[in-house]
Nanobody, 120 residues
Framework: QVQLVESGGGLVQAGGSLRLSCAAS????????MAWYRQAPGEPRELVAD???????NYVDSVKGRFIISKDSAKNTVYLQMNSLKPEDTTVYYC??????????????WGQGTQVTVSS
């Protein structure tokens, strides 16, 4: 099993910054994909940003130029630096990690979610 532990959410004023972290632990051989999603009540989960093994990144248009996804492969951790936050960024953020477990089977894990609230 692969566990993901998220941290870094909270309350911030519009224009402020937060940094989310997600650390993976457990029985896995390799991680080949890490991402952050968000989901508002009653809405589908939305990909915010992802980062591939080689470091290539992808962002949803609404966060381009404001959010930065990065990873520390040695720590099996993915980060989301969120700058110039807007009230519409308020929601729960989830990390998502895919890779290969020690059983040689692929795994696909989600974090527990962390609340980000941006006040106007």
């Amino acid at each position: 099993q692969v566990q993901l532990v998220e941290s870094g959410g909270g309350l911030v004023q519009a224009g402020g910054s937060l940094r989310l972290s997600c650390a993976a632990s457990g029985r896995f051989l390799v991680i080949n994909y890490m991402a952050w999603y968000r989901q508002a009540p009653g809405e589908p989960r939305e990909l915010v940003a992802d980062i591939a093994t080689g470091g290539a990144t992808n962002y949803v248009d609404s966060v381009k130029g404001r959010f930065i996804i990065s990873k520390d492969s040695a720590k099996n951790t993915v980060y989301l630096q969120m700058n110039s936050l807007k009230p519409e960024d308020t929601t729960v953020y989830y990390c998502h990690v895919r890779g290969t477990a020690t059983s040689a089977r692929a795994f696909d894990s989600w974090g527990q979610g962390t609340q980000v609230t941006v006040s106007s």
